[in-house]
């Protein structure tokens, strides 16, 4: 079947519904809010100083894992819990992946578990990850600026390509406009619409960068004629020949190339969870229990580093705009 080896197809996602359904409920839009409120600040407090480099090098940031996050009620809550430490600059929060950014001025606040503290305090339980210097947030920047061009997010290493991003939104998009015509995204409701699968393709990208994160960590592969059997097992079940699969593929905007990559991404996904996570489960529900702690423990390791600021503007617009209700 040599032929297949150049396939691929959006439908693929079929071959792995039930974990990725698990997946969507878990998963939120929400991701930290832009750096443009610290950068804004710093430049002001430049004016301020006579030597701005002094400035600089006394902020530093800590990212704190916090759990029950889940509107922008909640957001307001912990920005109002650390409001009264001193020293604080400004406090980015990403619901989605339950992390906290703060910066802060280090010769003010010397002892960064007093914020952890105090998220706990508002009822969001918190625990320091990772305090990074001056030096380091310079250097976090300037790789930002540098990936952008290419990349629009690492998952803690993982970098999601900005092909892919753009590949699945032309996809979104097509199909949106073969049901609701070519002028959808013309007028205010389209714009909406077109920001919300932003975000939606954003979320399923982390997602599939979470476990692609701890599957490098362990060094976990699949065979390649394990991918070509998946390939035929799934052109079987949903009756396709070459040239019918090739053509519905090309009439979605999948190219081949990108189609084949991420079919094995999918199917080395399923193999690592069947074999690695899920193997000692003796049913259905256990089989959930199980991944739902593994992926939560997953996420929360995850270190989302956005390139693109604009996306994680946006995503962070949304996640502020949304409603309570997730939380229990």
């Known amino acids: 079947m040599k032929k297949f080896k150049s396939l691929f197809t959006g439908k693929i996602l079929i071959l792995v519904l039930l974990v990725f359904c698990v997946i969507a409920v878990a998963a939120s839009f929400g991701y930290k809010s832009s750096t443009t409120g610290i950068k804004t600040q710093l430049a002001t407090e430049v004016k301020k100083e006579s030597t701005p480099n002094d400035v600089v090098e006394k902020i530093s940031k800590v990212v704190l894992n916090v759990r029950d996050m889940s509107c922008s009620g909640c ?9 009264d430490i001193k020293g604080i600059k400004e406090t980015l929060v990403d ?13 003010m606040l010397t ?3 007093r914020i952890a503290q105090a998220i706990t305090a508002s009822g969001y339980p918190a625990n320091v990850q990772k305090v ?13 600026a540098a990936k952008a061009q290419y990349y629009i997010i690492s998952v803690g290493g993982y970098e999601i390509a900005r092909s892919d991003f753009d590949t699945e939104l032309e996809v ?5 406009s073969k049901i609701y015509g070519d002028n959808l995204f013309k007028n205010a409701q389209g714009e909406s619409l077109l920001d919300n699968l932003k975000a939606q393709i954003i979320s399923r990208l982390i997602n599939e960068g979470i476990f692609m994160q701890e599957i490098n960590r362990t060094g976990f592969r699949v065979d ?16 396709k020949d070459f040239e019918t699969f090739k053509n519905s593929l090309m009439e979605a905007g999948y190219d081949p190339n ?3 990559k991420k079919f094995e991404t999918k199917v080395l996904i399923k193999r690592y969870l069947n074999e690695k996570i899920l193997a000692d489960a003796s049913n259905d529900f256990e089989k959930q ?17 956005y390139y693109d600021k604009n996306l994680e503007r946006l995503v962070a617009k949304l996640s502020a705009s949304s409603g309570c209700g997730g939380r229990s």
Do not use: C
């Open 75 to 83: 957001i307001a809550t912990i920005k109002g819990a650390v409001s």
């Open 95 to 107: 619901i989605g992946n339950g992390k906290v950014e703060i910066y802060y001025d280090n010769k």
């Open 111 to 113: 002892d960064v578990s």
């Open 132 to 144: 990074f210097s001056p030096e380091e947030i310079r250097k976090e920047n300037a790789l930002a």
């Open 172 to 176: 979104g998009k097509k199909r949106y």
């Open 224 to 239: 390649p004629k394990t991918v070509e059997i998946e390939m035929n097992a799934f052109l079987k079940e949903h009756s």
């Open 258 to 260: 990108y189609f084949r």
């Open 289 to 305: 229990s199980q991944f739902n702690a593994w992926f939560s423990n997953a996420k929360t390791l995850a270190e989302v580093v």
